[in-house]
């Protein structure tokens, strides 16, 4: 009876370590769940956050896109006075000088088209060995002439109420263009701005998808800690009872002999 109490002393004494260490362990793995869980619910709220930031871009860039067709159409009909407002003054012209104008224009472009195909040519390797010195030349002499070329200039003898109406209406085509340029800047910035945020939100998304997996293992282990700590509770509670029968036992014993 002794040898039995005294192994049965050993085993409450293992036990109640392994119980012990059960319970450390299970209040860790909870400790660590419930930061991985404050974790997690911190990035899913900066998801939330940056979503509705997202889409107050998106709708700030699609208002300022309908903004720029809008004033792209204003634009387009200042582009016509302008051109309705310069065929009125450029009637006023004697023909041979709106001819020498058109001609001018004409000689111009014919430089710049011809510089643009040399260049072309001697990218393509066209104009190699002996013939590279000639294109050189060649296309020093077109860059000079196009940067001499000076347009030329004619005295316009218009009505004052006909230079009025094409001041004015190059004033209107230049506002017009502003503000197309600015309602599509704003369009491109915030275009840009949503998809910083929108690459940002997959970062915090996958940040926090990465936490609730981390966050099922230590509410795994936390289960498993904790139930192998109750298994340890009853298999304690059971050598203790055993342990106090005996007591009992032999208490009932002694009582009995006297």
């Not at 209040?27 to 930061?35: F, P, S």
């Not at 899913?44 to 720029?68: C, H, M, P, W, Y």
């Not at 067709?69 to 041979?96: H, L, T, Y």
Request: proline share 2%.
């Amino acid at each position: 009876m002794k040898e039995l109490k005294k192994e049965l002393n050993t085993r409450r004494g293992a036990m109640d370590t392994k119980a012990t260490d059960f319970r450390n362990k299970r209040d860790n793995w909870n400790t660590k769940t419930r930061e991985i869980q404050q974790t997690r619910n911190m990035l899913n709220s900066a998801v939330r956050e940056l979503i509705l930031e997202v889409k107050k871009q998106r709708t700030i860039r699609d208002g300022e896109n309908q903004r720029v067709r809008d004033m792209k159409m204003i634009r387009d009909g200042c582009n016509k006075k302008v051109r309705d407002a310069k065929k009125e003054i450029e009637g006023s012209q004697p023909e041979a000088d709106r001819r020498k104008q058109r001609n001018n224009r004409n000689e111009l472009e014919k430089l710049k088209r011809e510089l643009r195909r040399l260049d072309m040519e001697i990218s393509e390797g066209k104009w190699r060995g002996k013939k590279e010195p000639e294109a050189m030349k060649r296309g020093k002499t077109l860059t000079q002439r196009i940067r001499a070329h000076v347009p030329v200039e004619i005295k316009i003898d218009a009505t004052p109420e006909a230079k009025e109406a094409y001041d004015t209406a190059i004033a209107e085509q230049e506002k017009a263009h502003q503000d197309v340029t600015e309602s599509a800047a704003q369009a491109q910035a915030a275009h840009d701005l949503m998809l910083e945020w929108n690459s940002e939100v997959e970062i915090r998304r996958n940040k926090a998808e990465e936490a609730h997996k981390e966050l099922r293992t230590t509410k795994k282990e936390a289960d498993l800690a904790h139930h192998k700590y109750i298994v340890s509770l009853r298999c304690l509670h059971s050598i203790n009872n055993m342990i106090k029968t005996m007591q009992t036992e032999r208490r009932d014993k002694v009582t009995s002999s006297e």
